[in-house]
């Protein structure tokens, strides 16, 4: 086939997202896929520029937090549907990472301009990018979601610590509704840090989660069509897996989790719940904490996992026998079904 790549893109997680597609073109085209790379923000990568991109380690490090905090600042041309390597192409291959490539506005783009295109649609894409009403559809599916609340907007109000007391119980957490990456995410144990931290978490978004803590392991199931990959369990080096552990090398470990028959249910039982209320398709990553109990609770979808050489859906996909080529290629085919 005739597949484009989309990566790099206009956000702050561009690096990322460049390391993503990159590999995702080698494999398609170790596959025998005819691959272009389209950066939106940049024009078509010429295969020079991509042999130097790769030798360089892009994406080896995290954007930084200053950057992250401006993700909005640009936006993607709606010119960009219309170019030939997107018209042309048998299928589009998303491998954006944050700001409009991952909250549906060039699923949008592409779904007027009749492209095929890898992963979630539009809608969809917007839904999951959305804590909150993440999690009201999730709740509404039968989802375990811990309770939460929403903080004011600023100048406009405070949250009432008592009132966190009573529905969340300390300590909680703080975090942006709609941001990626865990970025902006606090921990809170007393009513002095909550307010603080809420004003941290709006320097990344025009919302802010106020979300009961759960202690317990933290897992990720990938769902791959109608398969549902193998769980991969993270052990962070500090109490949650924040912005730096996900970004730092050897600030969390990664491996297939033990499990018992009945929390295995349990998570694919919910994983697969959560993909049908969110309207998901193609692929995703669904986030987890498993209680002391054995009760998991849902955090979040990821509607474009990453696909770099240390991302969980790779992992998760190897551990079931599938090569990273394989599973580029069933992304694709998922998209052309």
Not at 52 to 71: D, Q
Not at 89 to 94: E, K, L, P, Q, S
Not at 120 to 132: E, F, R, V
Request: glycine share 10%.
């Amino acid at each position: 086939m005739n597949i484009t790549v989309l990566l790099g893109g206009v956000s702050a997680e561009r690096d990322v997202s460049l390391s993503s597609g990159l590999r995702i073109a080698v494999g398609l085209r170790a596959r025998g896929h005819t691959v272009t790379c389209l950066d939106p923000a940049e024009g078509v990568l010429s295969r020079e520029t991509e042999a130097r991109l790769l030798v360089s380690g892009v994406g080896s490090a995290p954007p930084s937090l200053e950057a992250l905090a401006g993700l909005g600042s640009r936006s993607l041309s709606p010119l960009l549907a219309s170019r030939p390597e997107i018209t042309g192409a048998d299928c589009v291959f998303i491998a954006l990472h944050g700001g409009q490539g991952e909250d549906g506005t060039v699923q949008a783009l592409l779904d007027m301009a009749g492209v095929r295109y890898t992963g979630s649609g539009h809608l969809a894409s917007a839904l999951a990018m959305d804590k909150h009403l993440t999690k009201v559809l999730l709740r509404a599916s039968g989802v375990a979601t811990a309770n939460w609340l929403m903080a004011p907007a600023p100048g406009t109000g405070l949250v009432d610590p008592d009132e966190v007391a009573r529905v969340l119980e300390w300590p909680v957490v703080v975090k942006p509704s709609k941001q990626g990456s865990t970025v902006g995410l606090s921990i809170v144990r007393q009513p002095s840090e909550l307010q603080p931290a809420i004003t941290e978490a709006f320097r990344y978004d025009d919302e802010v989660m106020v979300e009961r803590f759960v202690p317990g392991r933290e897992l990720t199931v990938g769902i791959l069509g109608d398969d549902v990959l193998p769980t991969i369990e993270i052990k962070p080096m500090k109490e949650l897996y924040d912005y730096e552990c996900k970004y730092t090398a050897g600030m969390a470990d990664e491996f297939v989790a033990e499990l018992s028959v009945d929390v295995q249910v349990k998570l694919a039982d919910q994983a697969r719940r959560s993909f049908a209320a969110l309207k998901l398709r193609g692929y995703a990553r669904i986030d987890f904490r498993l209680d002391p109990q054995g009760q998991p609770w849902c955090l979040e979808a990821n509607t474009l996992p990453g696909m770099t050489p240390t991302s969980l859906i790779p992992q998760a996909a190897a551990a079931a026998g599938v090569l990273f080529p394989d599973l580029c290629e069933r992304i694709v085919l998922l998209a052309m079904a």
